[in-house]
């Protein structure tokens, strides 16, 4: 008698446990129903864009990473020292939405992270071009040089026709950082200097700048100074040639070298290197 009173309770206390799960079971799959039933284009998914392939030759104490999330998309903004500064963001969700940095096709300032050619002259006006390591710029025209602008990155700037080169426009600002100029002098015949300083414009050449293989038909393989300021600070000049000036040639204002090196530079007339 004890031992089916025994059985009974067992069976009643399994029982009773039903119901718990049951309503345990219930709640899950209901919240599963809930999940299910959002629709999927309400979700906002942000990607980091393609990172950057190299960075930066100098580092200082200007180096921050910053990001931040605004309106459901992620911004990382990179900047190492003052040689690089560039954004791109890919955004997915709600409709497909994709903005990246485009590479300039024509003479402009931005970020050039592929190899492009030039195939015209044109200007640079207030801002920076960024070419990054490792990629290849080649210019067939004439550029000029517009109010306040920087060129750097870590890539390279090639010569790809006789009469392409920089001219500095009165009274304007060029720095060139970490970037390396090839006049492409034996490949491509050049009658130009690389870059033309003229009067009242502001030269200057920074740590990591190299310019090469340049060669005028006239006056200064590599840079032409006609008035104006110009600052070697750590580049190097190497392989130019002209008539006059192998490696510069002025005709007034004010040079200034701080720790560059001008290398196997010759003229046939005077002045191999300056």
């Known amino acids: 008698m004890r031992e089916n009173n025994d059985i009974q309770t067992r069976r009643k206390g399994s029982g009773a446990r039903h119901p718990i799960r049951q309503q345990l079971l219930a709640a899950f799959l209901g919240l599963c129903?809930?999940?299910?039933?959002?629709?999927?284009?309400?979700?906002?998914?942000?990607?980091?864009?393609?990172?950057?392939?190299?960075?930066?030759?100098?580092?200082d104490d200007g180096d921050y990473q910053e990001r931040e999330d605004e309106d459901g998309r992620r911004r990382e903004?990179?900047?190492?020292?003052?040689?690089?500064?560039?954004?791109?963001?890919l955004r997915f969700g709600g409709g497909e939405e994709i903005t990246l940095t485009e590479t300039p096709v024509t003479p402009d300032c931005g970020?050039?992270?592929?190899?492009?050619t030039w195939?015209?002259?044109?200007?640079?006006?207030?801002?920076?071009?960024?070419?990054?390591?490792?990629v290849t710029l080649t210019i067939n025209g004439s550029i000029t040089i517009n109010g306040t602008v920087t060129i750097k990155g870590g890539g390279t700037i090639a010569r790809g026709s006789t009469g392409a080169g920089?001219?500095?426009?009165?009274?304007?600002?060029?720095?060139?950082?970490?970037?390396?100029?090839?006049?492409?002098?034996?490949?491509?015949?050049?009658?130009?200097p690389m870059i033309t300083l003229n009067n009242r414009g502001n030269l200057v050449l920074e740590?990591?700048?190299i310019i090469m293989n340049c060669q005028a038909g006239s006056d200064g393989g590599a840079i032409c100074m006609r008035g104006g300021s110009l600052t070697l600070n750590d580049c190097i000049v190497k392989a130019c040639g002209a008539r006059q000036g192998g490696?510069?040639?002025?005709?007034?204002?004010?040079?200034?070298?701080?720790?560059a090196a001008i290398e196997n530079c010759t003229a046939s007339n005077y002045g191999g290197g300056i």
Request: hydrophobic residues 45%.
């Open 119 to 134: 195939t015209d002259g044109g200007s640079l006006a207030n801002g920076e071009l960024v070419i990054m390591p490792g």
């Open 166 to 192: 920089f001219v500095m426009g009165e009274a304007s600002s060029l720095t060139v950082e970490a970037v390396t100029m090839d006049g492409k002098a034996g490949t491509v015949g050049s009658s130009i």
């Open 77 to 89: 903004k990179i900047k190492m020292g003052s040689l690089l500064e560039a954004e791109e963001i």
């Open 207 to 209: 740590s990591g700048c």
């Open 33 to 59: 129903l809930i999940v299910v039933s959002i629709p999927v284009s309400q979700f906002d998914f942000s990607v980091q864009a393609a990172e950057l392939r190299a960075r930066a030759v100098t580092m």
């Open 247 to 259: 490696a510069i040639y002025t005709a007034g204002g004010i040079v200034t070298l701080n720790g």
């Open 111 to 116: 970020v050039i992270s592929e190899d492009v």
